[in-house]
């Protein structure tokens, strides 16, 4: 929604500050302008990435548009399943959370935590490692240091796309250059012609470059930093899960356990006290 009322303000901003100016807005649609930079732009992209980068960014901006998901209430409901977890294996023994980990699109637990359930990075990231707890002899220290590693490997990839878009984002000052560059060769073309004509092959010219600096530092680098972000909460979501999993390894109470997790979600999403100690009674009295 934020991402909207952003690109209309910019638009607003700039169009109407032209306008107050006694500019005419029909000068700015230029479209030869608009072929040379956009399909620059798309082309460069081509030849920089891979598609599945491309992908990757293209589902990227689409999230942009559905606001950060990370709320505080889906911090709740996956300190209410690792709670749930943890309390089984602590009461019952380990092995019976294996029915919830092999199958969770079919655990009580899990189903009731759809976010987490469809979440592709997140579910095998706490499943895959309570299946190697299930295992055995994986001291806390080496599981740490697994998931460290596969916290690396998933922030090397997810900045890949964010980066595509702001190597994007810089090339479009230049690109608006090369469309100036063309439409004042265009202009000496015609240079004995009347000035009206020449002074508006001029300002095609400078809409290039206008369009160039505009696409940049008003929306594609905006957007890189965006999803720059949202790719930290994620990050923030899987530290949650890890530094939960990593203190069951040490031995610690399932209690005890979501309070660590708890302390490590950033303050505007943060549970309370007293908000993670009402869900931890609700998860008992489910459970009972």
Not at 241 to 257: C, D, T
């Amino acid at each position: 929604m934020f991402v909207i009322i952003g690109i209309v303000v910019v638009i607003g901003s700039v169009l109407g500050g032209f306008v107050m100016h006694h500019g005419q807005l029909e000068v700015l649609v230029q479209v030869n302008e608009f072929i040379i930079i956009g399909g620059a732009a798309i082309g460069s992209m081509l030849v920089s990435a891979p598609m599945r980068i491309i992908k990757h960014l293209v589902s990227n901006i689409g999230t942009l548009f559905k606001g950060d998901p990370y709320t505080k209430e889906q911090y709740l409901n996956l300190l209410r399943t690792m709670f749930q977890l943890f309390h089984i294996a602590t009461k019952d023994g380990l092995m019976n959370i294996e029915q919830h980990i092999e199958k969770p699109e079919s655990s009580a637990i899990f189903t009731k935590n759809a976010f987490l359930l469809h979440h592709h990075h997140a579910l095998p990231y706490l499943t895959d490692t309570l299946k190697l707890l299930l295992s055995g002899g994986v001291p806390a220290h080496d599981l740490e240091a697994l998931l460290d590693a596969d916290m690396e490997t998933l922030h090397a990839e997810s900045s890949q796309a964010p980066g595509l878009l702001s190597k994007v984002s810089d090339s479009l000052p230049g690109l608006g250059i090369v469309a100036a560059v063309l439409g004042i060769i265009i202009t000496m073309q015609a240079i004995n012609g009347p000035p009206e004509e020449i002074g508006m092959k001029v300002a095609a010219a400078l809409v290039g470059t206008f369009l160039g600096i505009l696409l940049c530092y008003g929306f594609l680098g905006p957007m890189a930093a965006h999803i720059e972000t949202i790719h930290q909460s994620e990050a923030r979501y899987m530290e949650c899960i890890k530094v939960g999993v990593i203190s069951y390894a040490k031995g610690n109470a399932p209690a005890m356990v979501v309070e660590f997790s708890r302390r490590v979600i950033f303050s505007d999403f943060r549970p309370t006290f007293a908000e993670l100690e009402a869900v931890i009674k609700e998860a008992k009295s489910a459970g009972a």
